[in-house]
Nanobody
Framework: QVQLVESGGGLVQPGGSLRLSCAAS????????MSWYRQAPGEERELVAS????????DYVDSVKGRFTISRDNVKNTVTLQMNSLKPEDTAKYYC?????????WGQGTQVTVSS
């Protein structure tokens, strides 16, 4: 079965950095695009960044462009979100996502809190 397991969240001061990782299993990882979403309390889940199956194309929501970088390793079956210059408004639970055969798969999420 498809499993997505996120790690790397935590508490960081404004201007700091965090690196989120998502370990994928149960499917042919190299065939599918992957995404990171986030959801703050009382807000809808928001697409943050996406990467295609080869890693050759990435897309970002405007609010994180120039600060976040999504990448993947098709040997280790991982997708990573490097987050720099973090702001308090980046505080949210971050989720790894794969859309496969018409179904959305999600990890359990990892909390990112940006606060002084």
């Amino acid at each position: 079965q498809v499993q997505l397991v996120e790690s790397g969240g935590g508490l960081v001061q404004p201007g700091g950095s965090l690196r989120l990782s998502c370990a994928a299993s149960g499917f042919t990882f190299s065939m599918y695009g992957m995404s990171w979403y986030r959801q703050a309390p009382g807000e809808e889940r928001e697409l943050v960044a996406s990467i295609d199956s080869t890693g050759g194309s990435q897309d970002y929501v405007d609010s994180v462009k120039g600060r976040f970088t999504i990448s993947r390793d098709n040997v280790k079956n991982t997708v990573t979100l490097q987050m720099n210059s973090l702001k308090p408004e980046d505080t949210a639970k971050y989720y790894c996502n794969c859309k496969r055969l018409g179904t959305d798969y999600w990890g359990q999420g990892t909390q990112v809190t940006v606060s002084s």
